[in-house]
């Protein structure tokens, strides 16, 4: 199982970026997805997760900012941001689960086997 996650980059704040995360060896239609992010000196922490079934996780601080999407059939998930501050720079990594974790555990990191390469989002002027 590879995950690739690509997209990332510099944006001022207010831009938009899309994340992209494909994903081979796996299914997604039986494949929980999970978008986390760490910035220097904080926690990792999960931005969107998407299960199986379509539930979505989503981080209160990017909630209305941040979708995440999936397109089973090119067995990639995105990750739309807009509105972006310079509180998202982070390297983004997408991971995978074929645990089909519920909606309260999500955005549980532990859940998730696979994970892939990190990419710089950076939010400055």
């Given at each position: ?8 980059g ?17 299914n ?60 998202d ?37």
């Amino acid at each position: 199982v590879q995950l690739q996650a690509s997209g990332g980059g510099l944006v001022q704040p207010g831009g938009s970026l899309r994340l992209s995360c494909a994903v081979s060896g796996l299914n997604l239609d039986y494949s929980a997805i999970g978008w986390f992010r760490q910035a220097p000196g904080k926690e990792r922490e999960a931005v969107p997760c998407i299960s199986s079934r379509g539930d979505t996780y989503y981080a209160n601080s990017v909630k209305g900012r941040f979708t995440i999407s999936r397109d089973n059939a090119k067995t990639t998930v995105y990750l739309q941001m807009s509105s972006l501050t310079p509180e998202d720079t982070a390297v983004y990594s997408c991971a995978a689960t074929s645990k089909r974790p519920v909606v309260s555990a999500l955005s549980d990191a532990s859940m998730y086997d696979y994970w892939g390469q990190g990419t710089q989002v950076t939010v400055s002027s």
